[in-house]
Every structure is written in structure tokens, then in C-alpha cells.
């Protein structure tokens, strides 16, 4: 047994921060955006069972495809799935929140509808925040490895 200290340079403890943090905001939000998926079949269930007018089933069966096939790249590790998923969060959010029937279902109480209506808005805020925060310190990380330590 040595009585030595080892010496790392600070910048790699910096480093090993921000992968962990990396970690862990990528573990978030891929759990979110398979939530978001699973929630989908949910709603697509709903809108079924309620027969709503053919474009929208078709048109929301569409958006939940390609939230499927980010999904799937996701989960292959493929890291240009995120901006997509960024995207279709956002686009989820703007056709949603403006419509006054969601609004009329959440005044009704708790009903599957109205509780769909709100996860589903909390994970696409969710998603929108652990996206934005992953890309971003991925972006930082990968400036902090490029840049030359001065000594």
C-alpha cells in the first residue's frame, strides 16, 4: 500500500461531471420519449373508441409513426434521433395546447381523456427540457475536448 496521491488534472474531472450528467439526462430523456410512445396507443385507443373523423385518426396515427420511428433510432443509440424528437415534442405541444376541447375536458375532471391530455403535455414538456439540456451539454462536452489544455 502506497501513501501516494494520485494526481488527476482538474480538467478531467470536469469532464467526468459532464458525462455523467450527460448520463443521466440521455437516460431521462429516453424514458420520456418511449412514455410519450406508450401514451400514444392510448390516445389512439381513445380517439378510436370515439370515433373522431377519419383525417384526424389518420393524421395523429401519422405523428405517432414517426414518433415510433425516433423511438426506435433512440433506442439503437442512434444520436440523431434527439433533434427529431425535439421537433415532434414542440409540434405535439403547438397543435395541442391551442385547441379549446382539451381545455373543456380537463374543466370536466378527472377523466382518462382529460388525464391523457395532461400527461401527455407534462411528457412533452418533459421531453422538450431533457433534449434541450442533453444537446446543449453535449455540445459543451465536445467543445471542452476539443479545446487545448494551457499548462
Do not use: C
Not at 396515427?61 to 433510432?73: E, I, R, S, T
Not at 380537463?106 to 391523457?116: E, H, I, M, Q, V
Not at 401527455?120 to 421531453?127: A, E, M, N, R
Amino acid at each position: 500500500m502506497s501513501n501516494r496521491t494520485a494526481v488527476v488534472p482538474a480538467g478531467s474531472l470536469r469532464l467526468e461531471a459532464l458525462d455523467m450528467r450527460l448520463r443521466v439526462l440521455k437516460r431521462g430523456a429516453n424514458g420520456l420519449i418511449y412514455a410519450s410512445v406508450l401514451l400514444g396507443v392510448a390516445l389512439l385507443a381513445q380517439l378510436y373508441a370515439l370515433m373522431v373523423p377519419s383525417w384526424l385518426l389518420y393524421s395523429i396515427l401519422a405523428g405517432w409513426v414517426l414518433y415510433v420511428v425516433v423511438a426506435v433510432g433512440v433506442a439503437t443509440g442512434r444520436e440523431k434521433a434527439y433533434p427529431p424528437a425535439l421537433v415532434l415534442s414542440i409540434a405535439t405541444l403547438a397543435v395541442s395546447l391551442p385547441q379549446p376541447e382539451h381545455y373543456s375536458l380537463a374543466d370536466a375532471g378527472p377523466t382518462l381523456a382529460s388525464l391523457t391530455f395532461v400527461a401527455g403535455s407534462l411528457l412533452q414538456v418533459g421531453v422538450i427540457f431533457f433534449i434541450t439540456s442533453f444537446l446543449t451539454l453535449r455540445r459543451r462536452q465536445s467543445r471542452a475536448r476539443t479545446i487545448p489544455v494551457l499548462r
